[in-house]
């Protein structure tokens, strides 16, 4: 499962939408569209990450897993 598979499924369970994960992480919804596709060109920083977790309700080194396997398996 990619990062992006990842975060579609959180975002489901959390009954988020991009928007409103976007408004509370201070990032744009393009952003959080493009992480959601795995775009090449999204690349979270650590701090984007931790957010992310934070108001997703995980445990960050989880969410970086994701990230991670993501870019490893390029």
């Known amino acids: 499962m990619s990062f992006g598979e990842k975060l579609r499924i959180l975002l489901e369970e959390h009954t988020m939408t991009q928007k409103q994960l976007a408004q509370r992480c201070y990032l744009t919804q393009s952003y ?17 990450i931790i957010t992310i977790a934070k108001v997703l ?6 969410l970086c897993y994701w990230f991670l396997n993501k870019e490893i398996n390029k």
Not at 33 to 43: A, F, P, R, T
Not at 57 to 62: D, T, V
């Open 32 to 48: 959080i569209s493009k992480l959601e596709g795995s775009s090449e060109d999204s690349n979270p920083t650590i701090k984007q």
């Open 57 to 62: 309700e995980l445990n960050a080194y989880e």
